[in-house]
């Protein structure tokens, strides 16, 4: 097993992104070329949270690579986890991650996790404490399906629409740019798209209000501009996101309508495509004109989360 690739939980290299974008490309084009490679294999994908897209892409991409992929929605239908060492087990939750880790990890040959932040406790939610105690106890690979600083699946997937959408450009500039959102989202998204850009040698702009300013950890080596209109000029691609402050943890500091993107954001960026991870809130995040209308990429964004994931699955394997 390539020990680059023990786990998949953030950006690692160049090479290795590169590598990566490269073999989801191939897979792209022939889905089922080593539908052998996983034969007796099983994947288990674990939800401490919703979703839609990353439940149905991971486990297309395990079944195209033969693979026997199992879901297990934790947060409904398993027992209530504890997470903390030492913990008296007297209130609400039923069984520790020692042993629910250790479980699933005898049972799998490749563990998924996704376990999103709380929101409430930056200390734990920057140590990724929920998905680490997983890593630490299974015993097995494991590949993030968002924890709570990173989503590197959804931004492998970006990079390769960037790729695939770069035509002759070299160095593409791409902006990152909040937009407003009625609840408080998590950062993951975000850091992860700026740590994925910036480590595949892209030019990244983030522009948010003032007190929105990422983890500094993601986002060393971009421009970050106050100013959107100024950071969104000559723009070849804008991913478009929400997320609360990291500085004023969690909190909702603006809703201000006039973020959302719209066509006249982008009337000095006119080739600009736009991207976003999705679900996407309409008209709040980003205007119907924009995601029905040639610019868009997010239907090929959630198409290549597929190959993104049969990319990753297939190097773990080796
Ligand atoms: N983009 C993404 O991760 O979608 P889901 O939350 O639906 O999986």
Avoid at 117 to 140: C, H, M, W
Avoid at 159 to 173: A, F, M, S
Avoid at 219 to 241: C, M, N, P, W
Avoid at 277 to 288: A, G, T
Wanted: net charge neutral; with cysteine.
């Amino acid at each position: 097993m390539n020990s680059a690739l023990r786990h998949f939980t953030k950006f690692e290299s160049k090479e290795l992104g590169s590598k990566l974008i490269e073999s989801a490309l191939s897979y792209k084009a022939d889905p089922r070329k080593d539908i052998s490679k996983g034969t007796g294999k099983r994947i288990g994908c674990i939800f401490l949270n919703p979703s839609l897209r990353t439940r149905v892409s991971t486990q297309l991409a395990a079944q195209n690579l033969g693979m026997e992929p199992i879901v297990l929605n934790m947060d409904k239908e398993g027992w209530a986890l504890e997470m903390k060492e030492g913990a008296i087990m007297n209130k609400g939750t039923v069984e520790h991650i020692k042993d629910a880790a250790g479980v699933l990890g005898s049972y799998f040959d490749i563990l998924a996790i996704r376990a999103f932040p709380t929101l409430t406790n930056r200390e734990e939610d920057i140590n990724d404490f929920a998905f680490g105690q997983f890593v630490k106890y299974s015993g097995k690979p494991v590949i993030s399906l968002e924890s709570a600083i990173r989503h590197p699946l959804q931004s492998l997937a970006d990079q390769i629409t960037i790729q695939e959408n770069l035509k002759n450009i070299k160095k593409p500039k791409v902006v990152l740019t909040w937009a407003p959102h009625i609840k408080a989202i998590p950062h993951a998204v975000a850091n992860s798209f700026a740590e994925w850009t910036l480590g595949m040698g892209h030019d990244l702009t983030i522009t948010h209000p003032e007190g929105y300013e990422l983890d500094p950890m993601f986002t060393q080596g971009a421009k970050i501009e106050h100013d959107q209109s100024r950071a969104l000029e000559d723009a070849d691609f804008v991913y478009v996101k929400n997320w609360s402050s990291f500085n004023d943890y969690g909190k909702i500091l603006s809703t201000d309508p006039k973020w959302m993107l719209t066509e006249k954001h982008l009337r000095n960026a006119p080739d600009a495509k736009v991207m976003h991870c999705l679900p996407v809130r309409r008209n709040l995040e980003l205007s119907d004109e924009i995601l029905d209308g040639s610019r868009s990429l997010v239907q090929r964004q959630a198409e290549n989360r597929i190959y993104a994931a049969q990319s990753v699955i297939s190097h773990i394997l080796g």
